[in-house]
Each structure stands twice: as structure tokens, then as C-alpha cells.
T-cell receptor
Framework: GAGVSQTPSNKVTEKGKYVELRCDPI?????LYWYRQSLGQGPEFLIY????????DSGLPNDRFFAVRPEGSVSTLKIQRTERGDSAVYLC???????????FGQGTRLTVV | GIQVEQSPPDLILQEGANSTLRCNFS?????LQWFHQNPWGQLINLFY???GTKQNGRLSATTVATERYSLLYISSSQTTDSGVYFC???????????FGTGTRLQVTL
């Protein structure tokens, strides 16, 4: 596609439920990133994929968070047993790889009630 | 990890005014990007500028890598320039961007 696409745009879930957030990167981009942005803050890194493998998952806050990219294109961020503190905008970005320019999707606003 | 500081944190301008936003970073970088986050939350790429100077319309940016800072210039500001401007850097060893805290710009009529 023309840009990075994220679905859904908004997600409201109850505390304790499981959620999946999807990211469709720019065609041909081998690098994919997930970030989380809380109100009034800059985006914070969660995980980086190069191809199908997670090259750096040091930003995942705990083991309730997991992400996959099985075919090296679309990625899914999975959050188990959601907590109210998980409420934030989750942003996905892609790039050609390495330190090249990254492009962001419009984000998924997750609200845990 | 690398530290990124932006100034000023908040800026109010009248339409037509010029401004300079600054980004300081604590280590050498292989990637530096400026973004504009619009009121709908979308991060819009302004510049990919690990070094040197670039211009795009009313906007221009300069990165002095040896002195670890970058500047974003906005000339003849318009109300559509309102939003938050982020600087983000990658030292090259991490392949991930670290964002500054942003400059919130409001342009009034």
C-alpha cells in the first residue's frame, strides 16, 4: 500500500481481556517497529523486526506483550490480560532497513476500561 | 541510552511569524528525523537529516552532527502548522528511534 496501515483505529477492551493490533507496512520495507505513545509523551520503542525475526524486543514492558511477523510483512502486536495502564496509542513504523527513514502509521488508540 | 532534549517545550506564534525549534542529543547519530504530529495523532515526516541542511517549502532543517544538535526552522507560520514537533534519533547501534519530548506549537490568527 501507499503508507503504513494500522487496524483497528480504536479499540476499547475490558481489563483482563486479550487484544491484537495489526500493522501492514509499506510494501518492500523489511524493517518494522512498534512504539507506544502515552498522553503528552513522545513515542517509546517496543520492538523491532528485521524480516520475520524480532531483532530487538528490549522495549516490551513485560511478558504480557508479544509481537509476530510470520511472513516478513504484516505484524500483529498481542497483549494478554490487559491492564488499565496499557491504555495508549500504539504506533507502527516501517523502513527499508538499518538506519533509513522510518514512516509511521496512524496508530491504534487502545483504551482499557 | 541516547538522550534527546527539545526546546522550547511550548511555543505560541501569531500567523506569519518565524520560529526555530532545537533538538540536542547526547551521542553521535546515524539517523535523525523531524516529525509533525497533527491534532489527529498522525506522525508526518518532515525531514530525514542525520547531517547537513535541507529545505522543503516554508520549512528547513540543519543538523550539526559534530556538535550534536539539529534545528528546525518554520517561516511564515500558518494555523495548519499547529501540533507537536518531534525530533527522533538513532545512534546506528540500535536501529530504533529515540524520541525527544517534543515542542508543542500553537499558531494563532
Amino acid at each position: 500500500g501507499a503508507g503504513v496501515s494500522q487496524t483497528p483505529s480504536n479499540k476499547v477492551t475490558e481489563k483482563g481481556k486479550y487484544v491484537e493490533l495489526r500493522c501492514d507496512p509499506i510494501s518492500g520495507h523489511t524493517a518494522l517497529y512498534w512504539y507506544r505513545q502515552s498522553l503528552g509523551q513522545g513515542p517509546e520503542f517496543l520492538i523491532y523486526f528485521q524480516g520475520t525475526g524480532a531483532a530487538d524486543d528490549s522495549g516490551l514492558p513485560n511478558d504480557r506483550f508479544f509481537a509476530v511477523r510470520p511472513e516478513g510483512s504484516v505484524s500483529t502486536l498481542k497483549i494478554q490480560r490487559t491492564e488499565r495502564g496499557d491504555s495508549a496509542v500504539y504506533l507502527c513504523a516501517s523502513s527499508l532497513g538499518g538506519t533509513t527513514e522510518a514512516f509511521f502509521g496512524q496508530g491504534t488508540r487502545l483504551t482499557v476500561v | 541510552g541516547i538522550q534527546v532534549e527539545q526546546s522550547p517545550p511550548d511555543l505560541i506564534l501569531q500567523e506569519g511569524a518565524n520560529s526555530t525549534l532545537r533538538c540536542n542529543f547526547s551521542d553521535s547519530v546515524n539517523n535523525l528525523q523531524w516529525f509533525h504530529q497533527n491534532p489527529w495523532g498522525q506522525l508526518i515526516n518532515l525531514f530525514y537529516i542525520p547531517s547537513g541542511t535541507k529545505q522543503n517549502g516554508r520549512l528547513s532543517a540543519t543538523t550539526v552532527a559534530t556538535e550534536r544538535y539539529s534545528l528546525l526552522y518554520i517561516s511564515s507560520s500558518q494555523t495548519t502548522d499547529s501540533g507537536v514537533y518531534f525530533c527522533a534519533v538513532d545512534p546506528g547501534t540500535a536501529s530504533k528511534l529515540t524520541f525527544g519530548t517534543g515542542t508543542r506549537l500553537q499558531v494563532t490568527l
